[in-house]
Each structure stands twice: as structure tokens, then as C-alpha cells.
């Protein structure tokens, strides 16, 4: 009895041990799941933002065959004048939409130092005060 009771103690020890090393892969597998999501996500972002420009660009390509084709030269510079507009809007939204990016980037990328110098600041106050 004495030997049944020991094996049993050691199953059950190794039993507790697999699902520990279970319960760890588990936790594994879901923070690799939460950061692949995080990378679709912003994979996502990045194609959303790229059909933008696209869409921004295209559309003023579109225009600019539409409106040419008028007879007179008065019509003709009202013309030439709207694309020139259309076209400067169109660049000025782009470039909106690429300073955007570039703030995301750059706060993505570099490190916020505002609680580094507040946190030295308020050392040098005490150390030197």
C-alpha cells in the first residue's frame, strides 16, 4: 500500500507539473497572439493610409482629362485655373496626410523624454536644495 501511495504521489506530482508547463505555454501563446494583433492592426493602418493617398492622387488624374476639352481661350484659362487649384488641393491634403504619418512614426519611434527631465529636474532640486 505504502508503494501505491508513493506512486501515486509521484503521478500526481508530474501530472501538477505538465499542466503548470501547460498553463505557461497557454499564457505563451496568448501574448503572441496579442502582439500579432497589434501588428495587423497596425499593418491595417498602414494599408488604409496608403489606399488614401492612392485614392487622393487617382482622383486628381481623373479630373484633369475631363474639364480640357472646352473651345475658347477664356474657358481654356478657367480651366488650366481649376486643375492648378485641384491640384494644389489635392497636394496640400497629401502632404497633411504625410506630416500625420510622420508625427504617428516619430511618436512610435522615439522615446517621450518629458518624464526623464522631470524626473532629473526634481533630483537636482533635492540633491543641490
Do not use: W
Amino acid at each position: 500500500i505504502s508503494y501505491q501511495t508513493s506512486v501515486h504521489a509521484t503521478r500526481v506530482q508530474e501530472r501538477v507539473k505538465s499542466v503548470d508547463l501547460l498553463t505557461v505555454h497557454a499564457k505563451a501563446v496568448v501574448k503572441e497572439n496579442l502582439e500579432l494583433d497589434e501588428d495587423i492592426f497596425a499593418l491595417e493602418s498602414a494599408v488604409v493610409e496608403r489606399q488614401r493617398l492612392c485614392e487622393l492622387q487617382g482622383a486628381g488624374t481623373q479630373n484633369r482629362g475631363k474639364t480640357a476639352t472646352k473651345g475658347t481661350s477664356s474657358m481654356k484659362m478657367m480651366v488650366t485655373h481649376r486643375k492648378l487649384l485641384d491640384l494644389s488641393r489635392a497636394q496640400t491634403r497629401e502632404i497633411e496626410l504625410m506630416r500625420e504619418e510622420l508625427v504617428r512614426l516619430r511618436a512610435r519611434t522615439f522615446p517621450s523624454f518629458a518624464q526623464l527631465s522631470e524626473q532629473t529636474r526634481s533630483a537636482m532640486d533635492s540633491g543641490f536644495g
